[in-house]
């Protein structure tokens, strides 16, 4: 499974920045496609998803300021998702993780979902001061 995140990085509170995610396997299936993050410390939580037919799900604490969309290559070599982050808080600092899960997205929205997605990116760190 790939799934490569790029972006994040420093920024100061107000902010933005942009993550992107890499995804070259599940082309033809349908999956939910989203992010999550995990602070030190605190449980991992969903943050936005997208499913197979392309509806977008956020998380109470990002919804307004956070956008997430997806790109197929007109090639169908990949997939990749974006996740668009402004008006950053330092309670947005965390690890930013990619995700994929077969099927609809609720795994990102219930509690301990996380335990039974199936792919994982790297992550990749956004830090807000």
């Known amino acids: 499974v790939q799934l490569v995140e790029s972006g994040g990085g420093s920024v100061q509170a107000g902010g933005s920045l942009s993550l992107s995610c890499d995804d070259t396997?599940?082309?033809?299936?349908?999956?939910?496609l989203g992010w999550f993050r995990q602070a030190p410390g605190k449980e991992r939580e969903g943050v936005a998803a997208?499913?197979?037919?392309?509806?977008?799900?956020?998380?109470?604490s990002v919804k307004g300021r956070f956008v997430a969309f997806r790109d197929n290559a007109k090639d169908n070599t990949k997939n990749t998702l974006y996740l668009q982050m402004h008006a950053l808080q330092p309670d947005d600092s965390a690890m930013y993780y990619c995700?994929?899960?077969?099927?609809?997205?609720?795994?990102?929205?219930?509690?301990?979902?996380?335990?039974?997605?199936?792919?994982w990116g790297q992550g990749t760190q956004v830090t807000v001061s």
């Open positions: 997208i499913d197979g037919d392309g509806r977008t799900s956020y998380g109470n």
């Open positions: 396997t599940h082309i033809y299936s349908r999956y939910c």
């Open positions: 995700a994929a899960t077969p099927g609809r997205c609720e795994l990102f929205w219930v509690p301990g979902g996380f335990n039974h997605v199936s792919d």
